[in-house]
């Protein structure tokens, strides 16, 4: 039983340090130590080991680039928590339900903050602390991810003995609201121990994002509780399951009530967020995308493509690849071609304003229309603009020994085999591509070395605005002077009242899930910071979370949400032509090997209804548990007595039972 604590309840004994411990040594020290006394003493050891927690806990890769899986953006497969009886309680949890990245933190801190206090660090105290507040913060990153994922949680704050009756009382779920709150704590610790801006290059971490990351957790958990009050899914709810439990059934806000509580987190998440807004730079925007070497280059569009981010005053944290260690991303290569399986939807691209301001449907908006992707692009809100591909663009000017995949956009390739260059929608975003092939590729990996952006300052304007309205119904001075900023680079016309005017939710909502919040339509103002926050994170991995914590999900419960791409049946069918004039294009829902949908369910080419026996065929559905993940068999099992999952402290999450293989019930 202990082994089994070890290695599956939390990685709380066998966490991992640099490098891994083998499981048979898990109950030893951990090798990077190399001995207790003379390991985390000097502060290039302590910023050592900060450095060993960055990539395992932030963001890398691909993580902020595909919205994937939402309404923004489809993959080659719909996600099984949009198709019933899919999603199902597994036995065991992979690294969602682990606790390894939580022990380093705790380890390192338990460690180093009792020497610091004793004046056994040597350096510079400065550089101590700063590192010291890197690990509250990693620790508070770390938190946000888990809870976001499962609502209530534990929180472990020591290494802890191999002891099952130990491990067993640290598994209680404190309440969600007490982990946003202990997460926030984490953070204050980060903010007042961390220096501004601590390294010119802007590649470790800040108290400015400390304080933008602040902001988040604040605003997610005060709009949670805002849209799920009274449900299981929030301590008091109707059905809560923490109830159950003898050392939650008589929780109590710390603020007196959920209506305090929400009140809290919105006014953390507005004063840390004016202080983040406040000192920002945004960076320009010439509104052009650069077609020829001699033409100026665009910093906004250049901010996502570039190698080095730290002159982008906007950029407050990025992650650094190197080309000559061989470690790169494959984010520049997506953007050569179909955006690795990812398209774009017909909802993401018309919920672009018109650059006059107005919504596509209003009378004097002057859309036009979407027979062609140059259509679809022209007179929008530039952000659209900029970062939809059209066919005939230069995709690369600088033309390198790694040759890219398509130096000039193709007409999409929705008929492609090749899933790394098959445009799954038709609409495919320019977001992140280089224009010097060199940056592309390192030799045969496929993998390029622009740098990652993990903290982007203009979030603080947008979690101002939507937190000041969300917690007062109107909009201050401050909100509408960052609404206007940001409107102004996206060379949209800075009134937004004249957009919320001409704004109809209820036209908007086939289009976008944010148009709701559990299963109503919202008003129009608030519908409109919405749609900024969206437009503006383009495929930077932000949409589910927002979704998430706006309950934006609820209506596809009764009425199905069909992913469309690119109107393929109008004129632009005739790109898929064979030299006779006859098409490629096949279709019919009994027909093997249709490569498109049919023009009789939609003029709209829909990913996942091609053919039936399609999981999605009849749309994207939804079950309520679906919010939050289900918690597997295993980990309730290892804490419980005899394998009686009633005597173990962990409680399943709302919607979900604990027998393997079973889908959410309702």
Known sequence: MKTKIKIVFAGIIGALFFPACDNNLLDQEPKSQISPEKYLVEATQLEAYANGLYPSILPGGNDLILDAHTDNQAAQLPNNKYVSGQWKVTQTDGSNWNFGNIYNCNYFLDVVLTRFEAGAISGSADNVKHYIGEVYFLRAYEYFKKYKMFGDFPIVTKPLPDEKETLTEASKRSPRNEVARFILSDLDKAIDLMA????????????????????R???????????????????????????????????????????????????EAISASKQVADAVTLTNNTGLIQQDITEPGNPYMDMYASINLSSYGEVLLWREYNIGLGVGR?????????????????????????????????????????????????????????????????????????????????????????????????????????LDAAHISLGTSNDGYTGLIIFRGVEALLNYMEAYYERHGSLDGTATQYWQDIRSRAKVDANFNATISATDVAKEAPNDWGAYSAGQLIDA??????????????????????????????????????????????????????????????????????????????????????????????????????????????????????????????????????????????
């Not at 632009?572 to 490569?595: C, E, P, R």
Request: charged fraction near 20%; charge should be neutral.
């Open 196 to 215: 501004t801006t601590p390294d010119t290059r802007k590649t470790r971490i800040s108290k400015e994002s400390a304080l933008l990351l602040k902001s």
């Open 330 to 434: 494959t984010v520049a290569e997506y953007t050569q071609a179909g955006n690795n399986v990812t398209g774009t939807t017909r909802g993401f691209v018309e919920s672009f304003l018109m650059a006059n301001g107005l919504p596509i449907y209003a009378s004097a908006s002057g859309y036009h229309g979407d027979d062609s992707i140059t259509a679809v692009r022209t007179d929008r809100d530039n952000r659209l603009f900029l970062f939809l591909k059209e066919p005939k663009q230069k995709n690369v000017l600088i033309n390198g020994p790694a040759m890219s995949k398509n130096l000039v956009e193709p007409y999409p390739d929705i008929l492609r085999s090749d899933p790394a260059m098959l445009y799954n929608t038709g609409y495919a975003l320019r977001k992140g591509n280089p």
């Open 525 to 666: 103002t608030l519908y409109n910071i919405r749609r900024e926050r969206r437009c503006e994170f383009i495929g930077e991995g932000m949409r589910w979370a927002d979704l998430q914590r706006w309950r934006s999900c609820d209506q596809m419960i009764t009425s199905p949400y069909h992913i469309e791409g690119f109107k393929l049946w109008g004129p632009m069918k005739d790109w898929y032509n064979n030299a006779d004039g006859s098409s490629k294009l096949t279709y019919g829902l009994d027909l093997a090997g249709a490569l498109v949908s049919p023009p009789d369910i939609s003029d709209y080419l829909r990913p996942y209804e091609k053919a039936r026996g399609s999981l999605a065929l009849d749309g994207y559905i939804w079950k309520m548990a679906h919010y939050l993940n289900p918690i597997a068999l295993q980990d309730v099992l290892i804490t419980s007595q005899n394998n009686d999952i009633s005597t173990s402290p962990i409680y399943q999450n709302p919607g979900w039972t604990l027998t393997v293989g079973e889908s959410a019930i309702e």
């Open 217 to 267: 957790v604040a605003l997610y958990e005060g709009t949670f509780l805002k849209y799920f009050k009274g449900t299981a899914f929030v301590p008091g709810g109707q059905g809560w399951p923490g109830a159950t439990k003898d050392y939650n059934k008589s929780y109590a806000f710390p603020s007196g009530g959920i209506d305090a509580e929400i009140n809290f987190f919105l006014d």
